[in-house]
T-cell receptor, first 114, second 113 residues
Framework: DVKVTQSSRYLVKRTGEKVFLECVQD?????MFWYRQDPGLGLRLIYF???????EKGDIPEGYSVSREKKERFSLILESASTNQTSMYLC?????????????FGEGSWLTVV | EDQVTQSPEALRLQEGESSSLNCSYTVSGLRGLFWYRQDPGKGPEFLFTLYSAGEEKEKERLKATLTKKESFLHITAPKPEDSATYLC??????????????FGKGTLLTVNP
């Protein structure tokens, strides 16, 4: 089974702090994604990556950056956290080589910015 | 830009009461449609992929169907454990054959015993 692991399930951070959300997948997938999910707005794509050191902006990249130094790891960075970044963050991965374009999600990270 | 619309936003059923969820989409060339189930506080769990109009897939009490403009998730004789948010998504290609998904806002299904 595909395993996408998000290291922190629940975080509380202060406004202005730098926040790192880590994600690791164990299936050698080339594509990785970060979404945020908010009530009434659904899942929105923040950033994605199709290869090591490559990144692409999604629909809502403002206030975020990402890092992909290794194929299995994709980090989301909030340079200066703000209260409007309180949300559930979901990491996902996929591979065309795995037979189609199914995206597999982690369990999510709940971030509260106070 | 691809758009995905799900209806209803919320659906409350009695155990055993069959119904359907709808996902309509506007895409420039469908490359598949995905259904996910999401339990509270957890990440979405993959259910089905449909690739062409007329295709159907089943899993336990769930059956997904696809037409040229919409998809239905039929739930037959649901049980309380089917309560969840059901999400549909369409892929948008980027860079050769890789895809990213655009999601609908989901249907919150509650099945009462």
């Amino acid at each position: 089974d595909v395993k996408v692991t998000q290291s922190s399930r629940y975080l509380v951070k202060r406004t202005g702090e730098k926040v790192f959300l880590e994600c690791v997948q164990d299936m050698d997938h080339e594509n990785m994604f970060w979404y945020r999910q908010d009530p009434g707005l659904g899942l929105r794509l923040i950033y994605f990556s199709y290869d090591v050191k490559m990144k692409e902006k999604g629909d809502i990249p403002e206030g975020y950056s990402v890092s992909r130094e290794k194929k299995e790891r994709f980090s989301l960075i909030l340079e200066s956290a703000s209260t409007n970044q309180t949300s559930m963050y979901l990491c996902a991965s996929s591979s065309v080589r795995a037979g189609g374009n199914t995206i597999y999600f982690g369990e999510g990270s709940w971030l509260t910015v106070v | 830009e691809d758009q995905v619309t799900q209806s209803p936003e919320a659906l409350r059923l009695q155990e055993g009461e069959s119904s359907s969820l709808n996902c309509s989409y506007t895409v420039s060339g469908l490359r598949g449609l995905f259904w996910y189930r999401q339990d509270p506080g957890k990440g979405p769990e993959f259910l089905f992929t449909l690739y062409s109009a007329g295709e159907e897939k089943e899993k336990e009490r769930l059956k997904a169907t696809l037409t040229k403009k919409e998809s239905f998730l039929h739930i037959t004789a649901p049980k309380p454990e089917d309560s969840a948010t059901y999400l549909c998504a369409v892929p948008e290609p980027y860079r050769r054959s890789n895809y990213k998904l655009t999601f609908g806002k989901g249907t919150l299904l509650t099945v009462n015993p």
